[in-house]
């Protein structure tokens, strides 16, 4: 074991875009930060790779609503090149030769509506009404510490009574329904504002991504929140493409970093966080490498931490024993298409914008809920929920003119198959099961592709360090949020080992790209510090 | 379920997302200023000439509007007296056949969702206007009565007619009946053999009428009015004209000087009947109706919500979206509408304020009104006299059998 370099006051684990905010936030209060990434390439889950000559991916997340704007600005990432341009549209096909198609213009995204149910469409206020509702309540809570309800300590205190005034400035009525959302299901939430099939599926989508669960299963709702609380330039809940890729989030956070004197070392995979006397002095490398500071932040899931990442003697059985047990289930695949031509789509006409914003398949909660069964049943859908997007019908920076990257996301994909690893026949009739959906309303989609990308859970842990593949580090479940996230008495972003921090999706408030987490946890680790955290601006208030 | 099934109809979602009326090309026939705006879906004028001239045309003459995009719910069914007396405020069982009332509906909480007009056709038909959408709520509210909820809102159009001539004009295109039809009466009858329904109703404090009929006798029906309207000063006007007309007559608009409850996010922001001047519209005494028990228990609380005011403005400031002082320096609320009102010549306004139960408050009440002269403010301070609406009382508006001109 050798010592190389020099001492660092800060190792972040994981060039996530998570640890690249924290990494940025920590190096900005004057500390000296290494960021050390196992990949030859850098974001985590927030990558953009050129897997075909020509055309770059976005290999895992594939759009932008919730990363915070002050995050953006704190860190000058659009000094640093980054762009996020608003997406128009989106449709889900139906069975029967239809289409339901969504539209930003929200008269033209009313008469669409109106196709399938009049009542529907005019419900369809009050329904984003209520969700506003909703999203006003949690939002100001996404980019606060949240509170240990078991200590008595001042700052636990004030901040609970924070939440407790937010709780009681709502109307009796209005505290109910923001409990019944936050435990009840995506199918039953809809069910009270809307009775056709379509609609309901094409709504559904927000509260089952990345999530272990079917829309029938309870906490689905908050799952949909969950996607609805972000914003492109205060336009709540709309969703944008980062130009580039989402890689091009970690390239401008990596960009500022580095600006700002900070170290990131590729191909550099911790082995260990090394403890002595029940306190951080370092990490060490895979390949026997030693990197020294006092303090480690981890940007891998609480799992791959505690249970890989750090030696059992350190940590008290009952901590153990809840990291084992914290849900993170995978249930999420992805499929990556470079295509030679725009795939035709007969039912659609050509100047229909719909296709720019994403694309479903899935025309009723009951298949969904099929899908989900399949899962259950320990392999992949036969009729998987697919939500995908050809990003290069709005970047022209990710192909050639005429050419285009298709980005699918698959469900449900389980981390085992029949409890059994996956095989590459197993993946490869995955990815078929994929194609085949989509050219079943594609004549001539499969002559289009030119290269493919498939990714199982097994390839979300082994590539990405996702354990069992799950997008959000672990489920979005009432269980797990908040003060329980991840694990009660460990919600501020610390460890029992002095010096060990946590700063992935794990923690509060989740996943997404959002940032929250990585900032959250540079706030916490200044305060260990005694350091100033005037640079790191609050929240924005929600008016 | 509208069904488009051609291809080229679905795109028209995207590529005309706003409706037209029936009446659409003819009021685009006469824009010479075009002028348009988003009215609940349709593509509305604001302007068609000149602002001012087609006011006065309401005023003066006779002015034609387009109230197609009003939302027209036809409830039919031996319960739908009983279902509407559930559903609005004012007791249903007391309003006469071929009569017309302004009424108002709540949540369950006592906030209020809209206001509309009620048009009693016959006993157990009835056509609610409003200027918001309410079918999901219309057809929760109906549940175990005997009653069908039609929404006709794209297949019935409207015209409203107001003004000093309007009268006269429809006398020429023999509408026998014309002089027998009290304010807020309505009949059906026939002009050149098209079926209509006529009302002597409107949102302008002057004489006029409103009158509905079928989307395909739309081309035919406003093509006769035009054509004998010639010596009656007919005018085509848009929204802003008739915003001018609205707010001299002192009535409030939903979304525009309240919030309606179904949109508002902030729950302080609703307002219950009192509030907005309108509780004598509540009939208490009446059996079970949404939002009863709410108005009820609201009356025993000392009142601290923001009630709506009609004021007067001295100068000669509009004063829109101005702040409302106490004594020159306590924020008090905020004007919803205003203008400077040519028939009254006076600077006008409704506006919400949160005054308490304090009288004296109401004498010492000013605005800021800043006044873009140039590309610099004039920062004003200006009096503020609430008075009883409307600011105008036109004689002619009620008068039986109305006059000629």
Known sequence: MQSVGKNFDVIVIGSGHNGLVNACYLQKAGLNVLVLEKND???????????????????????????????????????????????????????????????????????????????????????????????????????RTAPDPASFKFRDLSEMLYILRKV?????????????????????????????????????????????????????AYVLLHHYMGEVDGSIGAWGYARGGMGAISKALTSSFRAMGGTLLNNSEVEKVDIRGARVKGVILKNGDEYLAKNVVSNADVKRTFLKLTDPEHLPPNFIKKVNNFKIRGSSGKVNIALDSMPN?????????????????????????????????????????????????????????????????????????????????????????VIQQIADYSPGFKDKILHMEVRTPKE?????????????????????????RPIPGYAQYRSPIKGLYMCGSSTHPGGGVMGAPGRNAAVEILKDLNLPDSDIRDAYEVL | MTQLKEKKDRDTTFSKPLFRSPFYDFFAAQETEGHWYDWNGYKSPTILSD???????????????????????????????????KLTVRNVAKQNVATVKYTLWCDQEGFVIDDGTLFRISDNDFRLCSQEKHLPWLIDTSHGFDVEIIDESKHVCGISLQGPTSASLLRLLGVNGIDNLKPFHLFQTKISNIPIMISRTGFTGDLGYEIFMKNNVANKFIERVWNAGTNHGITAIGYNALNMARIEAGFIVANIDFISSDHAIRPNRCRRPDDLGLGWLVDLNKGFFNGKKAILNSKLEDSEAFKIYALEIDGKEPAEGSVIYYNKKDEVGTVTSAIWSPMA?????????????????????????????????????????????????????????????
């Open chain 2, 51 to 85: 602002e001012e001239l087609e006011y006065f045309s309401i005023r003066s003459t006779c002015s034609v509007f387009d109230i197609t995009p009003l939302n027209k719910y036809r409830i039919v069914g031996s319960q739908a007296e009983e279902f509407l007396n």
């Open chain 1, 345 to 433: 789509f007969p039912v659609i006409s050509e100047n229909n914008p719909c296709l720019k914003g994403d694309i479903h398949f899935t025309d009723s909660i009951e298949r969904m809920e099929r899908a989900y069964d399949d899962w259950k049943m320990g392999t992949w859908s036969r009729d998987p929920f697919l939500d995908m997007m050809i990003p290069t019908l709005t970047d022209p920076t990710m192909a050639p003119p005429g050419k285009h990257f298709m980005s699918c996301f698959v469900q449900y994909c389980p981390p085992k198959v029949g409890g059994q690893n996956w095989t590459k026949e197993n993946k490869d009739a995955f990815g078929e099961t």
């Open chain 2, 345 to 405: 010549k006076k600077s006008i306004a409704l506006a919400q304020l949160k005054l308490g139960s304090s009288k004296s408050k109401m004498e010492n009440l000013w605005v800021e009104i800043y006044s873009l002269k140039e590309l610099q403010y004039h920062k004003l301070m200006k009096k503020v006299s609430i008075v009883k609406p409307p600011f105008i009382n036109l004689a002619r508006r009620s008068a039986c059998p109305p006059s000629n001109c």
């Open chain 1, 41 to 143: 390439w850098i974001g985590g889950a927030a990558v953009s790779r050129e897997l075909h000559p020509g055309i770059l991916y976005s290999n895992c997340s594939y759009v932008c609503s919730l990363f915070r704007p002050e995050i953006m600005r704190d860190l000058e990432l659009p000094k640093h090149g980054l762009q996020i341009v608003a997406i128009e549209g989106g449709t889900v096909f139906t069975k029967d030769g239809d289409y339901l198609a969504s539209f930003r213009n929200y008269h033209a995204k009313k008469r669409e509506l109106e196709r399938f149910s009049v009542k529907d469409s005019e419900s369809y206020s009050r329904y984003s009404r209520d969700i506003l509702k909703q999203c006003r309540f949690i939002q100001p809570l996404l980019m």
């Open chain 1, 460 to 484: 979300l842990e082994e590539e990405v360090g996702l354990t069992e593949g799950n997008i959000f580090q672990g489920e979005l479940t009432f269980d797990q949020l908040l003060f329980n």
């Open chain 1, 168 to 220: 009681n400035d709502l109307t009796a009525s209005e505290l109910a329904d923001t409990v019944r959302f936050w435990t009840m299901s995506i199918s039953d939430f809809l069910d009270e504002y809307f009775e056709n099939d379509v609609i309901k599926a094409s709504l559904a989508v927000s509260g089952i991504i990345g999530t272990a669960l079917g829309p029938m299963s309870p906490g689905t």
